[in-house]
């Protein structure tokens, strides 16, 4: 028998997602750990959602924004020079995220600050799901989201 270790928490959406902007207001407290996953798929075996994640971390360890692959627990874009983006989050008060997928290519800003900036190998689709990570303090607050899909048109998207 292992450890009996804190659960983490999803809300998921109820289906796939591939070409979006999301936005979404999150408030969390220094000792909370939470993340927005974007193009994810459920594993009802192990019960979790798994793909990519953008972090969102207020203790300073890593930086909120950047883009996790939870498949390979490796972060996908490099959190080099971003100090900008890691200061642009704001612990336990109402920070404004901003995602979009677009073809092979993802984006994120924290509070209108470029975070994420990376080209997927392919298009993907996938759910949304909104995590809490287990821990002593886990308070997560979510308002005002807003998903709006893009759909490709002849010369380039719609849907902005």
Same mark, same amino acid.
């Given at each position: 028998m292992g450890r009996n270790l804190p659960r983490n928490s999803f809300l998921a959406s109820p289906r796939d997602y591939?070409?979006?902007?999301?936005?979404?207001?999150?408030?969390?407290e220094v000792g909370g750990n939470s993340?927005?996953?974007?193009?994810?798929?459920l594993d009802t075996a192990?019960?979790?959602?798994?793909?990519?994640?953008?972090?969102?971390?207020?203790?300073g360890r890593a930086w909120s924004g950047g883009l996790y692959d939870e498949g390979r627990r490796d972060w996908l874009d490099s959190n080099e020079g971003k100090e900008e983006a890691?200061?642009? /989050?704001?612990?336990?008060?109402?920070?404004?995220y901003r995602i979009?997928?677009?073809?092979?290519h993802i984006r994120s800003w924290v509070n209108g600050v470029p975070?994420?900036? /990376?080209?997927?190998?392919?298009?993907?689709?996938?759910?949304?799901? /909104?995590?809490?990570?287990g821990g002593q303090k886990a308070d997560v607050w979510w308002r005002n989201l807003r998903i709006r899909e893009s759909v490709p048109r002849a010369g380039g998207y719609g849907g902005r």
């Open positions: 591939a070409d979006f902007i999301l936005e979404v207001e999150v408030k969390i993340g927005i996953q974007i193009r994810s798929h192990n019960d979790r959602v798994f793909g990519y994640q953008i972090e969102i971390d207020p203790s890691r200061a642009a /989050f704001r612990p336990g008060e109402w920070n404004q979009e997928c677009r073809g092979d975070c994420a900036d /990376f080209h997927d190998q392919v298009d993907a689709s996938g759910r949304l799901a /909104f995590q809490v990570h």
